[in-house]
């Protein structure tokens, strides 16, 4: 998180088991090591199930999960699934040829997705989903802090990792379910929430999704699952949510800072990009915000978990305090280290809209003399669909540094059609600088050559390119 964005309040993580149908189940997961699987490993654990699991590389996370009495393997085979097993959950990720999943199918073995595992543990509570091309891991994570912090003992699942709440789940002893609720291959549609929250709809996963009318009409089947004596909290100034959300059968209510906005933002003050302002609902005034996280996109994201919050019972002076002490989630522009007067940041950005709303909040913060970002794109099939849009969302950076695509999902004849050089073509078509290097090592050389005080180094992408960020930073304490 940036610098001066700490917060000293530590939240309780509840990690005793509830009674559940879960106790003594046997679930292994295929795929354990990714963000949204990793959380289903600690809530399923927390409710009394024997866990196991597989993936392809190790990795600290995981150490946590078998710390907590997972059984994890390393590599995917068919023997790593036990001989008693009621149930195996796979990841959007996994092959329909993976062995492991292909073996439990042979033996018989239940088999779900992740999202089936996900909307099952929802039916059981208020659920609680928050949906969107962006915003979703921070705005889950705001509603799944503050109820938290309010004493409301909410169970959650963060598609990333919240420090003040320990982790990137949780299962309390409260009527509430918090959830991302993820758009990719339809996952979404396998959820049925009380209350749900559309932040905005983008192109994006093109390579489940025909077009933009295909996205806005699997977000309108997902708005149909609403509870009909729920809520859903809409994104007043999208027009695509707009015609998501034409036939819904539960109630609407709009947010943004447009006057028609049910929850209206207004009042806006920004100190060194932090916004503070009021938010107004029925009429009057509901509460007024100060929020620790930098950006516009930001207080959107508040405003729309301020109305969630207050339909699960909260005050808003006390939704107010609460997300007033609120500090983010892991990989959205955290504070990785400074050395020799240059900063370091991560961010999960791998969206046009993302890396432009980023870069912009971070100039906005830190006020860097230049701006470094290396930019490791994600999937070959999104960089091609989207190549012009993201050529375009760097204009914030003094310097793109760009290493190959990040290769998951796509078949070998999409990685024949795009390449990272495209991008880096595109970037210095819109005026911007770009240079591409193949390799880490190559790019943390150059990094260590041009970096000098008072710049700032993001790395982003949802790949590991948050590696070059360590060594980086290690090379720079090293050498001064």
Not at 177 to 197: G, I, K, Q, T
Not at 384 to 391: G, T, V
Not at 397 to 419: G, H, L, N, T, W
Request: proline letters at 3%; glycine letters at 10%.
């Amino acid at each position: 998180m940036p610098e001066g964005m700490e917060t000293q309040e530590q939240t309780v993580l509840y990690t005793h088991p509830v009674i559940s149908p879960y106790a003594g189940r046997r679930i292994h997961l295929i795929g354990i090591g990714g963000s949204g699987m990793r959380a289903l490993g600690r809530m399923l654990l927390n409710l009394g199930a024997s866990v196991s699991g597989s993936d392809a590389s190790s990795g600290g996370a995981m150490e946590r999960l078998v710390q907590q009495g997972a059984k994890v393997s390393i590599g995917q085979r068919a023997e790593n699934i036990p001989d008693l097993c009621d149930t195996v959950v796979y990841s959007a990720a996994i092959h329909e040829k993976n062995p492991e999943l292909l073996a439990a199918r042979q033996r018989g073995i239940e088999v779900i997705k992740y999202s089936q595992m996900l909307g099952r543990l929802m039916s059981q509570r208020v659920g609680i989903a928050v949906a969107g091309t962006h915003g979703k891991s921070t705005t889950t994570a705001m509603v799944a802090y503050c109820l938290t912090a309010a004493g409301a003992s909410p169970s959650y699942v963060v598609g990333a990792t919240v420090e003040q709440l320990g982790g990137p789940s949780g299962v309390g002893k409260g009527e509430h379910f918090v959830a991302e609720a993820c758009e990719f291959d339809r996952s979404f549609l396998n959820l049925c929430p009380h209350y749900a929250a559309i932040l905005n709809i983008e192109e994006d996963h093109l390579d489940c999704y025909q077009d933009i009318n295909a996205i806005i009409e699997a977000f309108r089947a997902f708005s149909a699952r609403v509870d009909i004596g729920g809520a859903i909290i809409a994104n007043g100034e999208d027009r695509n949510v707009a015609v998501a959300i034409r036939d819904a059968a539960c109630e609407v209510q709009t947010f943004g800072l447009a006057e028609h906005c049910a929850w209206r933002g207004s009042d806006l003050a920004a100190d060194r990009g932090r916004y503070s302002l009021a938010v107004n609902f029925e009429g009057g005034l509901f509460c007024r915000l100060s929020l620790l996280l930098p950006g516009l996109h930001n207080a959107y994201n508040a405003l729309a978990a301020t109305a969630l919050l207050h339909h699960a019972g909260l005050e808003g002076p006390q939704i107010a305090e609460c997300l007033g002490k609120f500090a983010g989630t892991k990989r959205r522009m955290t504070l990785k280290g400074q050395a020799a007067g240059i900063t370091v940041i991560d961010d999960y950005a791998h969206h046009p809209t993302e890396i432009q709303v980023t870069l912009k909040a971070l100039r906005e913060f830190y006020q860097p003399r230049r701006l470094f970002c290396v930019f490791q794109p994600h999937q070959h099939s999104r960089t091609r669909f989207l190549l012009k849009d993201f050529a375009r969302s760097f204009a914030a950076a003094d310097q793109v540094i760009v290493p190959d695509i990040y290769f998951v999902r796509d078949s070998e004849m999409e990685k024949d059609c795009i390449c990272s050089q495209d991008l880096v073509a595109q970037i210095r078509l819109n005026g911007g600088e770009a240079i591409y290097r193949k390799s880490f090592g190559e790019i943390a050389g150059h990094l260590r050559e041009q970096l000098a005080d008072g710049d700032l180094l993001v790395t982003m992408g949802a790949g590991n390119v948050w590696e070059i960020a360590d060594e980086t930073l290690c090379r720079i304490r090293a050498d001064r």
